[in-house]
């Protein structure tokens, strides 16, 4: 059966380049100090967020990984909404400002997998790929 429905347009952040600029720094540093500095400086980032995750989840910090982000995904949601996002629709990762809740929504499901919690890992998993299977394609082979 065919939808009738038309998709909702695609939802794209607007650019923090503040927060980029430190993220690139702190990438330089490469100190989990600098990235919980740049999360302190940009609470709203979650490209921080989810930089704090991803290191939190590499040095086997499970349950450190799902609070930095659990806190980047809401982060995220929030600025979804203040967007125009209504709860469905498209989130491109190509749109490079999307990348950070995306990232966020993967590391997400992969601590809660980490922890046992397999339905919230499933319902992230699922949510990444209704928000762009480009994205859960790239971040599962990165």
């Keep these: 059966m065919q939808n009738l429905l038309p998709e909702p347009p695609a939802t794209l952040l607007p650019a923090d380049e ?19 500095s740049v999360a302190a400086r940009f609470p ?16 086997g910090a499970t349950v450190t990984a799902y ?24 989130v491109p990762w190509s749109h490079t400002p999307n990348r950070g809740f995306l990232r966020c929504l993967y590391l997400l499901s992969r601590a809660a997998d980490a922890i046992g919690e397999a339905d919230e890992a499933a319902r992230c998993a699922q949510f990444l790929r209704d928000c762009d ?7 599962s082979s990165s």
């Design 133 to 139: 299977p480009a994205a859960a394609d790239a971040l």
């Design 67 to 90: 609070a930095f982000a659990r806190t980047g995904y809401h982060r995220g949601l929030d600025q979804l909404r203040r967007n125009g996002w209504r709860g469905h629709g498209p």
């Design 18 to 36: 503040a927060a980029e600029a430190a993220l690139a720094e702190a990438r330089g540093t490469d100190t989990d100090e600098a990235y919980a």
């Design 44 to 59: 709203t980032s979650c490209a921080a967020w989810g930089a704090l995750g991803a290191r939190a989840l590499a040095e």
